[in-house]
């Protein structure tokens, strides 16, 4: 099994295929409380889905268009990402008509919605915004710019409580992977798919997910197995970047005094091999370093 991760199959994904939880989710998001799940239409899209809700008179949000994602790793880049699927969509769905015509063409109005249930410290509830990204400058007017705002929901356990007591099956679903999260806490990466079974097990026994899980466990297992394999190397590349920053950044400290030792000695005529010789280096290195000096 490859452990790339898919995109286009997560676990998060495949319980929103069902307009009946697409619905509920929508609800809790928006504050509503529409019942009709046919009224829903979802179209899986690369690097997430769209969830829309068609035109109706009923419906208060006629023609909006909500882009939802779900986030196990901190991404500051979901503007950006959102922007790249709404115009995929728009693409897909709106480019068979004559935009050169003077007749406008109208789209849905676009809504932006992250998830995240990663393990790293985030708040309740933030906002992100495209413009964050732009280079600018002084004299740049923020009114000229492009703008496109990501709602981010942490969902993970003591997060936006009332959200999930919205949404049942979000709950539910944060259930099940605090589950595999504990479970595998201390265990190798060759006990994860052991581990994911004793979730699974665990929830459809206490009727979390009980149905989903029965009737689709093998992709469960295979898809989890897969986010929490990305998830686990994203956290720990992240750690060694930041360990070598700081060994990096105190070699360059390091390296720095050793310059500024050399450049006193210099200033007292003291040869190469005498620097050496205190400094406990070898003379090619110390030359090394005082040519660097004499070029700056």
């Not at 979802?42 to 208060?60: C, K, M, P, Y």
């Not at 400058?137 to 003591?158: A, H, P």
């Not at 040869?271 to 660097?292: C, G, H, M, R």
């Amino acid at each position: 099994m490859s452990n790339e991760r898919n995109y286009k199959s997560n676990v998060f994904v495949m319980l929103l295929e069902k307009k009946d939880r697409a619905l509920e989710l929508y609800n809790a998001v928006n504050d509503s409380d529409y019942d009709d799940p046919e009224q829903i239409v979802i179209n899986t899209i690369e690097g997430g889905f769209e969830l829309s809700v068609q035109n109706d008179a009923s419906f208060i949000f006629d023609n909006v268009l909500s882009i939802y994602e779900h986030q196990s790793t901190y991404c500051p880049n979901m503007p950006l990402r959102s922007l790249i699927y709404f115009t995929t969509l728009v693409k897909k769905n709106y480019m068979d008509r004559d935009i050169f015509s003077r007749r406008l063409v109208k789209i849905p109005c676009p809504k932006f919605v992250v998830f995240y249930n990663g393990v790293e410290t985030q708040p309740d509830y933030q906002e992100m915004r495209l413009s964050d990204c732009f280079i600018k400058s002084d004299e740049d007017n923020e009114k000229d710019m492009l703008e496109l705002v990501c709602r981010v929901y942490n969902i993970n356990e003591g997060h936006n409580k009332e959200l999930l007591d919205k949404c049942k099956w979000l709950s539910d679903y944060m259930i099940f992977i605090d589950k595999v999260r504990e479970y595998h806490k201390n265990h190798d990466d060759e006990e994860l798919h052991q581990d994911i079974e004793k979730a699974i097990d665990y929830c459809i026994k206490n009727n979390i997910l009980k149905e989903f899980l029965k009737e689709r466990r093998t992709e469960v297992l295979d898809m989890t197995a897969v986010d929490y394999t990305y998830e686990r190397r994203m956290i720990l590349n992240y750690n060694e970047g930041k360990e070598d920053g700081i060994k990096d950044g105190i070699a360059r400290g390091e390296r720095k005094l050793l310059l500024d030792k050399i450049s006193k000695k210099l200033s007292k005529g003291k040869s190469i091999s005498q620097i050496a010789d205190e400094l406990e280096e070898s003379e090619d290195a110390i030359k090394d370093l005082v040519n660097e000096i004499e070029d700056k």
